[in-house]
């Protein structure tokens, strides 16, 4: 006889998919509990920096080091090179205008210079023993030219006397021919001679022009080769301070060495290295300040470098107004550059959420003070001090500035 099985409710299978079941359920509940628990966080408020967000004037500046310099520097270089002979003067001393600072030596030069003055005087010798032989040659030419026109003279004479003779028949024709032969003979010698004269005094003025030029352009080389050994004697170009001076007795200075300088201190300048992140900002007219004491000066740009070397470029600055009273060549001053106009806008007070937020967004405190929560917002420009908000802020909320280094993904701090 066949028995009825009864089918079992808790089979295996059954208990298995309900133990998967309350196992995902646990794990579900464990990972949102954990998960609760990371999204808020108890910060000590004496470890935060909790600001006001305000509404006030606002400007776009960059602060950077500046030195002093003098407004004029001139560099003193050797024109030619030598041996430092003597100094004359020493670093930092005040100078005026064609002083001498020190002399150098050079054989070379020397010798060639005194080569050069026995080349011109040769040359005025040659040129004057030339003329005098020239002047001779024209009073030979004068005596002879003078004889001509005396011979040409007497042929005339009896040439014009003969001919009336024979006109008179007093004479016969062999007579009057040759007295007419002497006389035209006379005449061509006078214009031949006459010729030969002028040709001879125009290549005497010729040549002695052609000595004279050269002789000129002698003593020109001449002064040249007598300054480059002048120029062994280093003179101060202008008034001004000494600067800078790198030169030993007995020590070797090519030619074009820089020897030092010389600033002129009737005015200063600030030399001002700038971020090259800056360079499409700041201009001829960028105006700028520094505090001194406890007075703040003006200064603005007047010149821009645009070379840029180990990521900074260089202006030079002039002051604006008063400078300050004891101001030294080589001063490190601490300037301030507007990169804008000054307008009203919301700011926020710079701080190390930045690094963590970008700017995006920020921790704002509640109403009540007890906790912080995200908030997003956008910023613009900033300055030391200040960020522009443009968006998520207004001007009374209160944020958290410093650090979020630690607060990971934190999304709401609960203050104590």
Same mark, same amino acid.
């Given at each position: 006889?066949?028995?009825?099985?009864?089918?079992?409710?808790?089979?295996?299978?059954?208990?298995?998919?309900?133990?998967?079941?309350?196992?995902?359920?646990?794990?579900?509940?464990?990972?949102?509990?954990?998960?609760?628990?990371?999204?808020?966080?108890?910060?000590?408020?004496?470890?935060?920096?909790?600001?006001?967000?305000?509404?006030?004037?606002?400007?776009?500046?960059?602060?950077?080091?500046?030195?002093?310099?003098?407004?004029?520097?001139?560099?003193?270089?050797?024109?030619?090179?030598?041996?430092?002979?003597?100094?004359?003067?020493?670093?930092?001393?005040?100078?005026?205008?064609?002083?001498?600072?020190?002399?150098?030596?050079?054989?070379?030069?020397?010798?060639?210079?005194?080569? #050069?003055? =026995? &080349?011109?005087? +040769? /040359?005025?010798? $040659?040129?004057?023993?030339?003329?005098? @032989?020239?002047? !001779?040659?024209?009073?030979?030419?004068?005596?002879?030219?003078?004889?001509?026109?005396?011979?040409?003279?007497?042929?005339?004479?009896?040439?014009?006397?003969?001919?009336?003779?024979?006109?008179?028949?007093?004479?016969?024709?062999?007579?009057?021919?040759?007295?007419?032969?002497?006389?035209?003979?006379?005449?061509?010698?006078?214009?031949?001679?006459?010729?030969?004269?002028?040709?001879?005094?125009?290549?005497?003025?010729?040549?002695?022009?052609?000595?004279?030029?050269?002789?000129?352009?002698?003593?020109?080389?001449?002064?040249?080769?007598?300054?480059?050994?002048?120029?062994?004697?280093?003179?101060?170009?202008?008034?001004? #301070?000494? =600067? &800078?001076?790198? +030169? /030993?007795?007995? $020590?070797?200075?090519?030619?074009?060495? @820089?020897?030092? !300088?010389?600033?002129?201190?009737?005015?200063?300048?600030?030399?001002?290295?700038?971020?090259?992140?800056?360079?499409?900002?700041?201009?001829?007219?960028?105006?700028?300040?520094?505090?001194?004491?406890?007075?703040?000066?003006?200064?603005?740009?007047?010149?821009?470098?645009?070379?840029?070397?180990?990521?900074?470029?260089?202006?030079?600055?002039?002051?604006?107004?008063?400078?300050?009273?004891?101001?030294?060549?080589?001063?490190?001053?601490?300037?301030?550059?507007?990169?804008?106009?000054?307008?009203?806008?919301?700011?926020?007070?710079?701080?190390?959420?930045?690094?963590?937020?970008?700017?995006?967004?920020?921790?704002?405190?509640?109403?009540?003070?007890?906790? +912080?929560?995200?908030?997003?917002?956008?910023?613009?420009?900033? @300055?030391?001090?200040?960020?522009?908000?443009?968006?998520?802020?207004?001007?009374?909320?209160?944020?958290?500035?410093?650090?979020?280094?630690?607060?990971?993904?934190?999304?709401?701090?609960?203050?104590?």
């Amino acid at each position: 006889m066949d028995r009825k099985i009864e089918k079992k409710t808790w089979n295996s299978k059954r208990i298995m998919i309900v133990c998967g079941t309350v196992a995902i359920a646990v794990l579900i509940f464990f990972a949102v509990r954990s998960g609760m628990g990371k999204s808020k966080l108890n910060v000590d408020l004496e470890r935060i920096t909790i600001s006001e967000v305000h509404k006030g004037p606002f400007q776009v500046t960059i602060p950077e080091n500046g030195i002093v310099l003098p407004i004029t520097t001139i560099y003193v270089d050797a024109a030619e090179g030598g041996r430092v002979e003597k100094k004359f003067v020493e670093d930092g001393a005040m100078m005026k205008k064609g002083e001498p600072i020190l002399k150098l030596s050079n054989t070379d030069l020397e010798l060639t210079l005194a080569n #050069q003055e =026995t &080349s011109v005087f +040769a /040359e005025l010798t $040659q040129m004057q023993i030339s003329h005098t @032989n020239a002047l !001779q040659g024209t009073i030979g030419k004068l005596n002879q030219m003078a004889d001509v026109d005396n011979a040409f003279k007497e042929a005339e004479r009896i040439y014009k006397l003969d001919k009336h003779l024979f006109e008179q028949k007093a004479i016969g024709a062999q007579e009057f021919r040759k007295a007419e032969n002497d006389y035209n003979y006379q005449l061509h010698r006078q214009k031949l001679t006459r010729q030969i004269l002028q040709q001879d005094t125009a290549l005497s003025k010729q040549q002695d022009q052609q000595a004279k030029e050269q002789y000129a352009h002698m003593k020109s080389t001449l002064e040249l080769m007598r300054k480059k050994v002048q120029g062994l004697t280093i003179v101060a170009p202008v008034d001004g #301070q000494l =600067t &800078s001076l790198d +030169a /030993e007795i007995g $020590q070797n200075k090519a030619k074009g060495a @820089n020897l030092g !300088q010389i600033d002129v201190i009737t005015g200063y300048k600030v030399r001002v290295d700038i971020d090259e992140h800056y360079i499409s900002q700041v201009y001829a007219g960028t105006p700028g300040t520094f505090a001194l004491g406890d007075k703040t000066y003006k200064l603005v740009v007047k010149k821009v470098y645009t070379q840029v070397t180990n990521n900074k470029f260089q202006v030079d600055m002039q002051f604006v107004g008063k400078v300050p009273d004891g101001i030294r060549r080589g001063q490190t001053l601490q300037v301030t550059l507007a990169l804008s106009d000054e307008t009203q806008a919301v700011l926020v007070p710079r701080g190390g959420f930045y690094n963590q937020t970008g700017g995006n967004w920020i921790f704002k405190v509640s109403a009540d003070g007890k906790t +912080a929560y995200r908030a997003d917002i956008q910023l613009s420009r900033m @300055n030391p001090d200040y960020y522009e908000v443009l968006q998520g802020l207004k001007p009374g909320d209160k944020v958290i500035t410093s650090s979020y280094e630690t607060y990971g993904d934190i999304q709401e701090l609960v203050l104590k």
